[in-house]
């Protein structure tokens, strides 16, 4: 199995709602990550994850807030979001940090 | 000035062309990454270099380390390679830093 999956596929919510990201991977890897893409622009990375521990927040506001609950799973946690925060959410997996990284299909989310 | 350029930023290509993708960086690199992205968003990593050239199907990928350049290569392009093809590097440990990105039309 080399696949990442993430749900939901598509997300709207409103600036006060509560909400969750899912990613799963059974790869046996190690090292977890959070992208952001807005349209037309390359992801930037917002968490990563390494042997279940937070490694690396790249400054990210606290209305997001990962979670590792486990190896193979990893939960981005959204509150108070803004319509900028509109975009498509990417996660993925790596063996090590320094590996290939594979990533799931995305959530687009829209923040109304 | 961008840590990572790519070019062009747009490409059209009629089907069966050969098309090259340049890749240029300005900082030191553990490994260089190309990677695939269709339109509805999914990322396929396609190589990972730190030297030389790989191959894969129609995919040929070289890095010049000296250089600090990287070229992705499609022979016998066909439609189905219309995508965005992503150069990415490993500056810091796990950090990815990413080209722009190259926008490919493949025309049958």
């Known amino acids: 199995d080399t696949e990442v999956t993430q749900t939901p596929k598509h997300l709207v919510m409103g600036m006060t709602n509560k909400k969750s990201l899912k990613c799963e991977q059974h790869m046996g890897h190690r090292a977890m990550y959070w992208y952001k893409q807005k349209a037309k622009k390359p992801p930037e990375l917002m968490f990563v994850?390494?042997?279940?521990?937070?490694?690396i927040n790249e400054s990210v506001p606290s209305r997001f807030s990962p979670e590792c609950p486990n190896s193979s799973l990893l939960n981005l946690h959204l509150h108070a979001l803004q319509p900028e925060d509109s975009a498509l959410y990417l996660c993925a997996s790596s063996q090590g940090v320094l590996e290939t990284q594979y990533f799931g299909p995305g959530t687009r989310l829209l923040v109304l | 000035k961008n840590e990572v350029e790519q070019s062009p930023q747009n490409l059209t290509a009629q089907e069966g062309e050969f098309i090259t993708i340049n890749c240029s960086y300005s900082?030191?690199?553990?490994?260089l990454h190309w990677l695939q992205q269709h339109p509805g968003g999914g990322i396929v990593s396609l190589f990972m270099l730190s030297s030389g050239k790989k191959k894969h199907g129609r995919l040929i990928a070289t890095i010049n380390i000296q250089e600090k350049h990287s070229s992705l290569h499609i022979t016998a392009s066909h439609p189905r390679d219309s995508a965005v093809y992503i150069c990415?590097?490993?500056?810091?440990?796990?950090?990815?830093?990413f080209g722009e990105g190259t926008q490919l039309t493949v025309n049958p």
């Open positions: 994850y390494s042997y279940e521990k937070l490694s």
């Open positions: 990415a590097v490993n500056t810091s440990g796990s950090r990815l830093t």
């Open positions: 900082v030191g690199i553990s490994a």
